[in-house]
């Protein structure tokens, strides 16, 4: 009976080119979101939304918001995981500020703008998640809750943005709140699919 494969670790090349695969289908999704003036799930859109509700900048809320999650991250999910993460935030920042002056649409219609947003995310989530790393936020908590009790990533992602976009009503008209967990449904949707113990990690 031949013995399962065993994971190894990837390449310093191969880290770097799914981290530029993975933070460029991510940056290409928020600009999907950014043109139809939707929003985003996980830690960003609470801090967007908080910066709704406060008046307080985004910048410093999101910072705020995640450094319980960078904590996590290096005490329970260790120093590898955590310098991959900042590595693959700042690439996805970097990217954010550049795709504004590349990309440019003359029409995108809403729903299927907001239908390429979460696949375009989700499949690069994927590709970061399979090198170790995430972008930080919910989905750090998402993946140890995963390693240490079973439960898949992308439900935690879920029942999070579900928390989030149920906030949002309250803040948002109620068909950007709509067309924006469609986007994030489907970002968790492909996460839950494709990154299970069961069928793929650890093969």
Known sequence: M???HKPTDHALWEDAFAFLLGTGLVALGI???AHLGLITGQTAGLAVLLSYLTGWSFG?????????FYILA??????RFTVKTVIAVAMLSILSELYPHLIRFDHLDPVLGALLAGGSMGLGLIA???HGASLGGIGVLALWLQERAGIQA????????AVLFLAAFAALPWKVVLLSLLGAAIVNLIVAVNHRRDRYIGR
């Open 74 to 79: 290096w005490t329970r999910l260790g120093p």
């Open 154 to 161: 992308g439900w935690v992602q879920l029942g999070f943005d």
């Open 31 to 33: 600009q999907f979101l």
């Open 60 to 68: 410093a809320l999101f910072f705020v918001v995640n450094l319980p």
């Open 2 to 4: 031949a013995e399962p």
């Open 128 to 130: 970061i998640f399979r």
